[in-house]
Nanobody, 124 residues
């Protein structure tokens, strides 16, 4: 069982930046494709970005492409989401997720483990 703990959320003004972190308890972290999702109030959870097991490949949703960067440090069992030029519509709870022994995948059902989420609020 993998436990994922997100951190780094908070309140930021539009145009600002945040760096989210997700620490995994599992020592075989490098066997997991990692993803970030978000859920805004009253909306469905949506894919944000994902990174391959080695970190060599990444993929981001069109809505955030060019504004976010996903990275990972397998030695620290941690995945990061760097978000820039934040907009009020980026306000959501951000979740990290882990997909064991899979290629980069975007649907929620492709992920096996989920964190509890961290709130990101962007003020206008």
């Amino acid at each position: 069982q993998v436990q994922l703990v997100e951190s780094g959320g908070g309140l930021v003004q539009a145009g600002g930046s945040l760096r989210l972190s997700c620490a995994a308890s599992e020592g075989t972290f490098s066997t997991f494709t990692m993803g970030w999702f978000r859920q805004a109030p009253g909306k469905a959870r949506e894919f944000v970005a994902a990174i391959s097991r080695s970190g060599g490949s990444t993929y981001a949703a069109d809505s955030v492409k060019g504004r976010v960067s996903i990275s990972r440090d397998n030695a620290k069992n941690t995945v990061y989401l760097e978000m820039n030029m934040l907009k009020p519509e980026d306000t959501a709870v951000y979740y990290c997720a882990a997909a064991q022994m899979k290629s980069i995948t975007t649907p929620q059902w492709g992920y096996d483990y989920w964190g509890q989420g961290t709130q990101v609020t962007v003020s206008s």
